[in-house]
C-alpha cells in the first residue's frame, strides 16, 4: 500500500520574505513596463515634426524627408516601439535630435548636478523636520501649548502649500537680487547650492514636521513609555532611545515618497536657477521635441522614483517585519 506525499501548493510560499521579495519585484517590472511605455507615447503625442524643429522651418525638404527616413519616424508607430524596446535591452538611448549627442552622454553629464540638488535638499528635510517635529511633540503632547500646536500647524500647512518655483522666485529676489547674498542662477559654487536647495526642501520639511509629530504623539501615548518614565530615565532617552524609532515607520515611508517629490520638484526649481542640471534639459528638449532626449531622461526620472520606492520597501519590511508576515 502507498501513501501520497503531495506538497500543498500553499507551502511553495512558505516563506513570508521570499513571497515579499516576489510580490516587490513584480510590481517593480510591472511599473517599469508602463514607465517605458508611457515615456514612449508621451512624446509622439506633443502635436509637431520634430525633424523640422531640429532642422529649422527653411530646411529643404529632401533634408528634412531623409532625416526622418534615418531616424525610423516614417515607420508606423509599433514598429517604432519595437525598435525602442530593442535599443533599451542593448542600452542604447539613442542620438539627440538636435545635437547629435548620444543621449547615454547628455544624461550623464547633467545628472549629477540633478542628484546633488535632490540629495543635499532631502538632507535638509531631515535635519529640520524630524527635530522640528520632535520638539512640537513633546511640547504639545496631552493637550498642553493650543496656541503653540495652532500656530505650527497653521504655518505648516501654508508652507507646504506653496509651489517650489514660487518659493525659489521669493528666495531669489529677496537673497539674491535684493540682498546680494547668494548668485541669482548657475552652479558657480557652494554658495550656489543654497538657493535651489531650499526651495526644494521648505515644503516638504514642513510636512515631514508635521507626520513626525502625529507620529511621536501616538507613540508617547504607548505604555511602554510610561514604563521608561517609571524608571525614572532621563526625558532625552525615553524621546530618543525609546519614542522616535518606534515613530520612524511612517516617517520613513513619506521620507521616500518626499525623496521621488523632490526629484521631479528640481525640473522647476532648476529652470527658475539656471541650474545645469536634467530638468533644465528635459523643458528645452520637450520644446524642440527631441524624441530620444526626452525619453532618455523621462525613464531617469521614472527610474530614479521606483528605485526608491523599493528601498523605502525593503526597509520598512527590515524595520517591521511583521507587517510583512502579515501582508504574505
Known sequence: MTTSTAIPSATRWESPWLSFAVRRLSRFVASLAVLVTAAFLM??????????????????????????????????LPVQYWHYIQGLFSGELGTSMGSNEAVSKVISDRLPATLQLAVLAFVV???????????????????????????????????????????????????AVS????????????????????????????VLARIVRVEMLGVLSHDFIRTARAKRLRPRLVYTRHALPNALTATLTLGGLLLSALVAGTVLVENVFAWPGLGTKIVASILEKDYPLVQGIVLVYGVGVLLVNLVVDVLLAVLDPRSTIREA
Open 43 to 76: 512624446i509622439h503625442l506633443v502635436p509637431g515634426d520634430p525633424v523640422r524643429a531640429a532642422l529649422g522651418m527653411n530646411a529643404p525638404v529632401e533634408v528634412v524627408n531623409a532625416r526622418r527616413e534615418a531616424l525610423g519616424l516614417n515607420d508606423s
Open 125 to 175: 528635510v531631515v535635519v529640520i523636520a524630524v527635530p522640528v517635529g520632535v520638539l512640537m511633540a513633546v511640547l504639545t503632547r496631552g493637550g498642553r501649548r493650543r496656541g503653540g500646536e495652532l500656530a505650527f500647524a497653521t504655518t505648516s500647512v501654508i508652507i507646504a502649500a506653496v509651489p517650489e518655483f514660487l518659493v525659489a522666485v521669493a528666495l531669489v529676489y529677496v537673497f
Open 179 to 206: 540682498l546680494g547674498w547668494f548668485p541669482v542662477a548657475g552652479a558657480s559654487g557652494p554658495g550656489s547650492f543654497t538657493l535651489p536647495v531650499l526651495a526644494l526642501a521648505i515644503g516638504p520639511a514642513a
